[in-house]
């Protein structure tokens, strides 16, 4: 990197430091995809004094943290160059640039400062932006808030699900956008909706979108559950959302550009998945709940056999071999497949999450072989995915 514009531009980063100057600070551009796709850095002042809100917006989720000046000072040395490409300093008097383009070429460029930022401004925002709003009346419709906005006893974690699965929404719905289809408005399926508290999250959320109208429809076998929902979308005068009864393998669905389903039992998310490719979704996203349809299946392959003897770890090699054959599967489907916890294990123990994103045709070879080979060494016969997908896991 040319030393004497990064020089200047940590310079004029140590001063805005010191004075108390900084207004905002981004390091844009990572190097590789791996690292945040930016760090944002500004003022705050918290109970014990003033600090730097650090907000590093990695692919899956937002990590923050509250930062002295001295450590902001050190990241910006570390991973300005080295991780990100390009520095923007805010200021009052001025604001400056610094690009990154390799190890020899870059460059620093000055402009106009911002509006130095008024203090209570500065007081940590104690309620992140929030992606659904606590006082809907959807949301005290289905009982999970209360008329004054507070979440219901008993709520707080539906609540806390329901506010993650939006803010997952948004950029896996980026990473599909180029895979929607060409018809007009699009469509998202909720699989085993239940109470219907995503789909009414989906549907208000998607309703502030640019790129719609979206439709959304929320399947469910349950008709006492759908007449419930069907009374509350009544009740909240939401458009473009609508309850169907029947069950996830069958109920008459012709379109979904998003399919979701989240927590339905067992083999419903394999029905689910199964659906979602023959739709050819563009996104495809389920959170798996229980998984009976391995376990009786299971063999414990030799290096694991002694250590089977505590039920727990049977246990979790159930969920693992149900969901890696899952995520292979969909690899062989033409799906970029993703698996995650989107939700704190603290919070619920069926977190993980399997986001699915349409990017090629179907029969990736490699992913069959690897699908197959789990299979086999842990003597799987039959999975429901793969029967509905026309994959033998027992085949050669
Ligand atoms: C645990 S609840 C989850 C509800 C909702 N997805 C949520 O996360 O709030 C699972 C729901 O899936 C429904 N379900 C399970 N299997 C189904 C199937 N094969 N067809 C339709 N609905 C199904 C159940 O009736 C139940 O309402």
Same mark, same amino acid.
């Given at each position: 990197?040319?030393? @004497?514009?990064?020089?200047?531009?940590?310079?004029? =980063? @140590?001063?805005?430091?010191?004075?108390?100057? +900084?207004?905002? +600070?981004?390091?844009?551009?990572?190097?590789?995809?791996?690292?945040?796709?930016?760090?944002? *850095?500004?003022? *705050?002042?918290?109970?014990?004094?003033?600090?730097?809100?650090?907000?590093?917006?990695?692919?899956?989720?937002?990590?923050?943290?509250?930062?002295?000046?001295?450590?902001?000072?050190?990241?910006? %040395?570390?991973?300005?160059?080295?991780?990100?490409?390009?520095?923007?300093?805010?200021?009052?008097?001025?604001?400056?640039?610094?690009?990154?383009?390799?190890?020899?070429?870059?460059?620093?460029?000055?402009?106009?400062?911002?509006?130095?930022?008024?203090? #209570?401004?500065?007081?940590?925002?104690?309620?992140?932006?929030?992606?659904?709003?606590?006082?809907?009346?959807? =949301?005290?419709?289905?009982?999970?808030?209360?008329?004054?906005?507070? *979440?219901?006893?008993?709520?707080?974690?539906?609540?806390?699900?329901?506010?993650?699965?939006?803010?997952?929404?948004?950029?896996?719905?980026?990473? /599909? !956008?180029?895979?929607?289809?060409?018809?007009?408005?699009?469509?998202?399926?909720?699989?085993?909706?239940?109470?219907?508290?995503?789909?009414?999250?989906?549907?208000?959320?998607?309703?502030?979108?640019?790129?719609?109208?979206?439709?959304?429809?929320?399947?469910?076998? %349950?008709?006492?559950? &759908?007449? *419930?929902?069907?009374?509350?979308?009544?009740?909240?005068?939401?458009?473009?959302?609508?309850?169907? !009864?029947?069950?996830?393998?069958?109920?008459?669905?012709?379109?979904?550009?998003?399919?979701?389903?989240?927590?339905?039992?067992?083999?419903?998310?394999?029905?689910? =998945?199964?659906?979602?490719?023959?739709?050819?979704? #563009?996104?495809?996203?389920?959170?798996?709940?229980?998984?009976?349809?391995?376990?009786?299946? =299971?063999?414990?392959?030799? &290096?694991?056999?002694?250590?089977?003897?505590?039920?727990?770890?049977? !246990?979790?090699?159930?969920?693992? $071999?149900?969901?890696?054959?899952?995520?292979?599967?969909?690899?062989?489907?033409?799906?970029?497949?993703?698996?995650?916890?989107?939700?704190?294990?603290?919070?619920?123990?069926?977190?993980?999450?399997?986001?699915?994103?349409?990017?090629?045709?179907?029969?990736? /070879?490699?992913?069959? $072989? #690897?699908?197959?080979?789990?299979?086999?060494?842990?003597?799987?016969?039959?999975?429901? +995915?793969?029967?509905?997908?026309?994959?033998?896991?027992?085949?050669?």
């Amino acid at each position: 990197m040319n030393r @004497d514009a990064a020089g200047q531009f940590l310079a004029r =980063l @140590d001063e805005a430091l010191e004075s108390g100057t +900084l207004v905002r +600070l981004v390091l844009a551009g990572p190097r590789t995809a791996v690292v945040a796709r930016q760090v944002q *850095v500004r003022p *705050v002042i918290l109970k014990s004094g003033p600090c730097y809100s650090v907000v590093r917006h990695e692919p899956r989720r937002d990590l923050t943290q509250n930062l002295p000046a001295a450590e902001v000072a050190r990241l910006c %040395r570390e991973e300005l160059g080295r991780d990100f490409t390009s520095g923007h300093l805010h200021t009052p008097l001025a604001s400056y640039q610094l690009e990154c383009r390799d190890t020899v070429r870059s460059r620093i460029s000055k402009s106009a400062g911002v509006p130095a930022v008024d203090s #209570a401004a500065l007081q940590h925002d104690r309620v992140r932006p929030r992606k659904v709003d606590a006082g809907a009346t959807w =949301l005290q419709r289905l009982g999970v808030t209360l008329a004054d906005g507070r *979440v219901a006893k008993g709520m707080e974690s539906k609540f806390r699900q329901i506010h993650r699965f939006l803010e997952l929404l948004d950029p896996l719905l980026a990473d /599909a !956008e180029s895979r929607f289809s060409q018809e007009p408005g699009r469509v998202l399926v909720d699989m085993g909706c239940g109470k219907g508290y995503l789909t009414f999250a989906a549907a208000e959320h998607l309703r502030r979108r640019a790129d719609g109208p979206w439709q959304v429809r929320g399947i469910e076998q %349950r008709p006492e559950l &759908v007449s *419930v929902c069907r009374a509350a979308a009544l009740a909240t005068g939401m458009s473009g959302l609508e309850f169907i !009864e029947g069950s996830i393998a069958s109920a008459e669905v012709r379109r979904a550009d998003v399919l979701v389903a989240l927590h339905a039992c067992d083999t419903a998310t394999d029905e689910a =998945l199964a659906r979602g490719v023959q739709l050819g979704a #563009a996104l495809i996203l389920v959170a798996p709940c229980c998984h009976q349809e391995i376990r009786p299946q =299971l063999v414990a392959p030799p &290096v694991l056999e002694r250590t089977w003897r505590h039920g727990i770890f049977r !246990e979790r090699q159930a969920e693992f $071999v149900t969901d890696a054959l899952r995520a292979e599967l969909l690899e062989w489907a033409g799906y970029h497949t993703q698996v995650f916890e989107f939700i704190s294990p603290e919070h619920t123990g069926k977190n993980l999450m399997i986001s699915a994103v349409r990017c090629r045709d179907a029969g990736d /070879a490699s992913a069959a $072989v #690897a699908a197959r080979a789990l299979a086999h060494a842990y003597g799987i016969r039959r999975q429901r +995915l793969a029967e509905r997908l026309g994959v033998d896991l027992v085949g050669a």
